[in-house]
């Protein structure tokens, strides 16, 4: 199936089930904003339930067919590690893998897929509904045994959008990362801790995260934090316009922050399970979830502009 496109009187969605499930647009017809942050075009082409290898080298894998927009991570959100045994996909096997509409309308659309390498049956639900995009994710475990996850949602913003902005939150915990992803671009100075907005630089200066710049400055980094409201939001002065996020916090209660801030400027606010970037960092603080056969785990992330 190719892209299908949702539309009320506040959004334009374009998904696409065919590959990863993608919500590859979503715009606001008030401002004409650009929600989600668009990759240069890409192979078409649907994608194939044989996956490629995991662990390591699954992060040039999932880098060839990345597309921005927005997506979910499951059965590991993140970066690679090992969960039962098994070496664990980039950002997860959902965003790799081609899902079957169940059925949709005008402003909805439900799909569903199978992992492959984990025994999970995950159903996703995108509606539109008096002014608010909302999706509903459900894994339920199919296999014998308990299994091991961690989730993650992944939605792409567009400096463009967004420049001159403030990313308006609440925080109890807010730390860096080490090692940097992309060393020659980091500025933050690693594993150091912070009181939100305010985080260290390598140079001994601050800088306010929660300010987006007028313009890429080409700095490439991550924060970690654990959130301490389910409401968020996104200010776009160039349209006079918020985006209000509402997070899960009883699925989702840590966020990454990325932000690769170039000429092609995105970032992204990804509620996650567990603290930290990826499976390591899960299982050093031992918040690996397990599904019991049988049991499901149930999310929900919603955006809307005012």
Do not use: K
């Not at 091991?148 to 990313?167: D, I, K, M, N, V």
């Not at 730390?175 to 933050?188: C, H, T």
């Not at 001994?204 to 924060?223: M, N, Q, T, V």
């Amino acid at each position: 199936m190719s892209d299908a496109v949702l539309a009320d009187a506040h959004w334009r969605v374009t998904v696409d089930p065919a590959r990863g499930m993608l919500i590859r647009e979503a715009v606001d017809l008030a401002s004409g904003a650009a929600t989600l942050w668009r990759q240069a075009p890409v192979d078409p082409s649907p994608f194939s339930r044989e996956l490629p290898p995991g662990g390591p080298p699954s992060a040039q894998t999932f880098a060839e067919l990345f597309a921005g927009g927005w997506f979910a991570m499951l059965p590991a959100a993140g970066f690679v590690g090992e969960l039962d045994g098994i070496p664990t996909h980039y950002h997860g096997e959902l965003a790799h893998l081609p899902w079957e509409v169940v059925e949709r309308g005008p402003s909805w659309m439900e799909a569903r897929v199978a992992t492959v390498r984990a025994p999970f049956a995950v159903t996703r639900r995108v509606t539109l509904d008096a002014g608010e995009l909302r999706v509903e994710t459900s894994a339920t475990n199919v296999g014998e045994a308990p299994a091991s996850f961690t989730y993650g949602e992944h939605p792409c913003f567009p400096l463009e959008t967004f420049a001159g902005g403030r990313l308006e939150l609440d925080a109890r915990a807010a730390w860096i990362p080490a090692p940097a992803f992309d060393p020659e671009r980091s500025v933050l100075a690693l594993g150091e801790r912070f009181a939100w907005p305010r985080a260290p630089r390598r140079d001994g200066c601050r800088c306010d995260l929660s300010r987006l710049p007028e313009a890429p400055d080409w700095r490439h980094d991550h924060a970690c934090l654990e959130l301490a409201s389910p409401r968020v939001r996104l200010t776009a002065p160039r349209h006079g316009r918020t985006l209000e996020i509402a997070v899960d916090l009883a699925a989702t209660p840590y966020a990454l922050l990325w932000q690769r801030l170039d000429r092609d400027g995105v970032f992204a606010l990804e509620p996650m399970s567990a603290p930290g970037r990826g499976v390591e960092d899960a299982l050093a603080a031992g918040a690996v979830r397990r599904l019991a056969p049988g049991a499901a785990f149930r999310t929900a992330l919603s955006l809307r502009w005012s």
